[in-house]
Nanobody, 124 residues
Framework: QSELRESGGGSVQAGGTLRLSCVYS????????CGWFRQAPGKEREFVAA????????NYADNVKGRFTISKDMGKNTVDLQMNNLTPEDTAVYYC?????????????????WGRGTLVTVSS
């Protein structure tokens, strides 16, 4: 059973917002970097956003930059992905992941712990 669990997915209309959260069971996100990836139907998994362990370095995919924000909420021990101005192209299953190292990695191969995903559907 995965120690990472995503929540917050759902169905929204284009232009809408969603906030995804990732919980890491029995561990503190204070000690880990984290990334969000997504996989649309028929497509490969792609990088969305990541922050390093200390939240000093944050990386975004070009197609979400300016619309999505990744952040840690240490009060809730979550890593959140605020998604604004959603488009149908954002429709996908969204996964949070924790890497082996402490950087804001953009490649899936650098991550070894994955959640099961949460579905985001954006209608036009």
């Amino acid at each position: 059973q995965s120690e990472l669990r995503e929540s917050g997915g759902g169905s929204v209309q284009a232009g809408g917002t969603l906030r995804l959260s990732c919980v890491y069971s029995r561990r503190s996100f204070r000690n880990y970097a984290c990334g969000w990836f997504r996989q649309a139907p028929g497509k490969e998994r792609e990088f969305v956003a990541a922050l390093d362990r200390d939240s000093f370095i944050i990386n975004y995919a070009d197609n979400v930059k300016g619309r999505f924000t990744i952040s840690k909420d240490m009060g809730k021990n979550t890593v959140d992905l605020q998604m604004n101005n959603l488009t149908p192209e954002d429709t996908a299953v969204y996964y949070c992941a924790v890497p082996r190292g402490s950087h804001a990695y953009t490649e899936a191969r650098d991550y070894d712990s994955w959640g099961r995903g949460t579905l985001v559907t954006v209608s036009s």
